[in-house]
Every structure is written in C-alpha cells, then in structure tokens.
C-alpha cells in the first residue's frame, strides 16, 4: 500500500525548527520512517535551517575557544563515532524505528488496556497539564471513534490496518495531520485491526452526550 | 579563514575531518560555524556562557560524528543546523531529541548515495536560498523566527500579533513557494 495522506507543510517546518513538543515529533519521526516522500520533504526543510543560519549576525566566540575545542580532542574523551553503527533494531520488528524505544520490537508486545468495547488503548506519554499527550490506539474491525471535535491538533498515524472518514481511507504509514478545527468520523475498515499511533494537543472534547458520559473511563 | 562562501570548500573539510579527523580542516569548520552556532544559541534565548558551553558541545559533535554527514543529502550547512537544533532541544528543552536521531539513522540505511544525488543536494541548498531570498518579508520573518529564535508558532503568533491561522499559512506559503522551485530541479 502506497502512502496517500502525508504530512502537513507547516509541520514539515516545524518539526526542521524543532517546534514540535515530544508527542509530536514521535508521530513525525515514525512517519517519516515509513515514508520516502516526506524524508526528502524534511530535508528540503531542514536546509532552510541552514540557509538561516549562515545568514545569521555572527556572535563573537571567546578567544580560547578553540584552544579549549582541543583540550578536550587531546584529552581523548570524545572520539570519533563509527559510522557503520551497529543495528540497534531488531531485524523482524515490525514497529517503525522511531517507536522501537517507547514501545519494543513488536506491535504483539503492547500491552493493551481495553477501554470501550472494541477499543484498546496503550498510553506512552500522558499529557499533564499543557502538554500534548502520545497513545496508541487498537480498534476492532467495524467500529467507530467516538465523534469528537478537536480541542488542538491531533496527528495520528496508521501503522496496521485502516480506517475510513470524511477525509478518505486511511492505511499503514498514512498520517491525519489535523488542526483544531477538523471534526471527523473514523470508521474502521472490515477485516483487520486499526492500530495506530496518536498525538493530540489537548483533552478531547467530545461532542455526543453518551459518549461523554463515558469519557472518565474511555479517556481516549 | 571563516569565509567560506564556497560551499564546497566547507563540504571538502567534512570530508577531511571524516576521513583522517584533520585538525585544519576542523579549524576552518570551526572559525567559520562556532560564531554562527553560538549566535542560533543566543537568539534562542541560552545566555552568554551557556551559549558558549553549548557551543562547544555542538562542535564537538561536529567532529565526532563527522562520519555520519553525507553530502548527498544536504549541505554541511544544514547538517550542523540539525546538530545544533538536537542540541538546543536536548538542553533547553531538557527534551530528548532521539527521534530526530532515530530519523538521521533510517536516512543513513535506506537511500544509497549517488554522485547524481550530491549534485541534486548541491543544486537544492542553491534553490532553497533563492526561495528564501525571494520571500517577502513577513513569510521570512515567520521562518526566521521559526529556525533561529526557536519560537513556536504560538509565540510567533503573539509576538506579532496575527492569528494563529496567518502564522501556519505563511509558513505554508513561505514552504510551498520553495517546493515549486525545488520540483523543477527534480
Ligand atoms: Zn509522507
Ligand atoms: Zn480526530
């Protein structure tokens, strides 16, 4: 399956700045693992950066500081890193590399919590107070998310099975990278589960009364 | 030392530090990229003795991972920009910055460097300063903002007074202007 929902331009910027809060950057990172096309686009953006910073008024560096710079080469301590880096990863997992550190090598690993019938959720960063929050959510075969309208930005990326909403069809490596204003209404595609990786901004705020209700204990 | 508008003559020294960790070479990367590291560093708001300290780190990074700066896949001027950002996030932040690592590390395993590629990397560091060049000034602001205060789009916003909305499509507009450049090179 071909990627077909990619990253946003300003978060493309953003994350080349270094704007983007851990949550973020995550979900970026992984994508950009499972998609060429935005590698290169990051790349473009990240050149921005050092147009910017050779156009930048230089500021005056002390007078040793080269000296102290091989002070610290003679003192041996900081060795040149070999570029043949041994795999950190293990060659038969199937969770990006980026996510590898959060959550291990293999998406059998997760351990869920079941939060709503048909929906499981592993959390990996909670958000406390303004910060953005990182879960994982697996949702059974036919089932909905919950409606809800965003209360910041969410980005969730798919990394098995698909969901559908007003947006399109989303599969793996695919990525809603979504503003505040966006209302939707995934629905998981039959056959498989829809596992995939979510950062959101702000508590969800969700709109149907039943749901809400639910929502101390679903806390998607 | 320390001019180097020649972008080959810094790409020639990396290659030099990675490749026999000539101290010369290290030298003219050095008088020429600590000013401006250190400057990135305190417009980001580290103070005087921090930016140099930090400074410092990044160079040293420079240098040890001289190896893993690939010159088909961008200039070495935005190579030490992503050094010195990870650094910035790394301490400023207290945050981590491994997934960029992370990111640099499947770069390295799944593209195959090319001479075609290094020419297409050369020719894309042109065409992205060109873009910039052509920006009008409130998108170049924006970006300047962005990549060198180490602003959020937030604190941009605020700063000078636009909804947030005007913020993200400048940035897109700023982007998009370089993409189509960039497309007619590809
Ligand atoms: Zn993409
Ligand atoms: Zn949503």
């Known amino acids: 399956m071909t990627t077909q929902h990619h990253l946003d331009d300003a978060t493309l910027l953003r994350y080349a700045s270094g704007d983007l809060d851990s949550a973020f950057t995550m979900v970026v990172a992984a994508h950009l693992a499972m998609c060429d096309k935005c590698r290169k686009a990051a790349r473009d953006?990240?050149?921005?950066?050092?147009?910017?910073?050779?156009?930048?008024?230089?500021?005056?560096?002390s007078d040793?500081?080269?000296?102290?710079?091989?002070?610290?080469?003679?003192?041996?301590?900081?060795?040149?890193?070999?570029?043949?880096?041994?795999?950190?990863?293990?060659?038969d997992s199937d969770v990006p590399l980026p996510l590898r550190a959060l959550i291990g090598d293999h998406m059998d690993d997760v351990r869920w919590r079941l939060v709503a019938p048909g929906v499981r959720k592993y959390e990996i960063q909670q958000g406390k107070k303004g910060e953005s929050s990182l879960y994982m959510l697996n949702i059974s075969p036919g089932m909905a998310v919950p409606e809800h309208g965003h209360g910041g930005a969410e980005m969730t990326l798919i990394l098995s099975g698909a969901y559908r909403d007003k947006l399109g069809v989303f599969g793996p490596g695919d990525v809603a990278d979504l503003d505040e204003d966006i209302e939707h209404q995934p629905i998981v595609e039959p056959g498989e589960a829809c596992i995939c990786l979510v950062a959101t901004e702000a508590p969800t705020r969700f709109k149907d009364l039943i749901v809400r209700l639910m929502q101390p204990f679903v806390r998607i | 030392i320390g001019t180097a508008d020649d972008p080959t003559l810094l790409k020639q020294a990396m290659v030099r530090v990675a490749e026999v960790q000539d101290r010369e070479s290290f030298q003219f990367l050095f008088s020429y990229f600590a000013p401006r590291v250190k400057a990135v560093l305190l417009k980001a708001g580290s103070n005087e003795s921090q930016a140099e300290d930090l400074m410092q780190d990044v160079m040293m990074t420079v240098w040890r991972k001289a190896k893993l700066y690939a010159p088909d896949r961008g200039s070495v001027n935005a190579w030490v920009f992503t050094v010195?950002?990870?650094?910035?996030?790394?301490?400023?932040?207290?945050?981590?910055?491994?997934?960029?690592?992370?990111?640099?590390?499947?770069?390295?395993?799944?593209?195959?460097?090319?001479?075609?590629?290094?020419?297409?990397?050369?020719?894309?560091?042109?065409?992205?300063?060109?873009?910039?060049?052509?920006?009008?000034?409130?998108?170049?602001?924006?970006?300047?903002?962005?990549?060198?205060?180490?602003?959020?789009?937030?604190?941009?916003?605020?700063?000078?007074?636009?909804?947030?909305?005007?913020?993200?499509?400048?940035?897109?507009?700023?982007?998009?202007?370089?993409?189509?450049?960039?497309?007619?090179?590809?």
Do not use: C, W
């Not at chain 1, 953006?45 to 560096?61: K, N, R, S, W």
């Not at chain 2, 945050?95 to 195959?112: F, G, K, L, W």
């Not at chain 2, 998108?139 to 602003?151: N, T």
């Not at chain 2, 789009?153 to 400048?170: D, F, H, M």
């Open chain 1, 45 to 61: 953006a990240e050149e921005i950066g050092g147009h910017m910073m050779d156009h930048v008024a230089q500021a005056p560096v």
């Open chain 1, 64 to 91: 040793d500081a080269f000296e102290r710079m091989m002070a610290r080469l003679d003192s041996g301590a900081d060795e040149q890193i070999e570029v043949d880096l041994p795999k950190k990863s293990a060659p």
């Open chain 2, 84 to 186: 010195a950002r990870n650094a910035r996030i790394d301490l400023l932040r207290r945050a981590s910055s491994r997934p960029y690592d992370d990111v640099y590390e499947i770069e390295m395993e799944s593209d195959v460097a090319s001479g075609e590629d290094e020419m297409f990397a050369t020719e894309r560091a042109e065409r992205v300063s060109e873009a910039l060049s052509e920006l009008p000034e409130e998108q170049r602001q924006i970006i300047e903002l962005g990549f060198i205060e180490d602003m959020s789009q937030s604190e941009i916003a605020e700063k000078l007074g636009l909804p947030l909305g005007t913020v993200k499509s400048r940035m897109r507009l700023a982007y998009g202007k370089m993409k189509s450049k960039l497309e007619a090179v590809r």
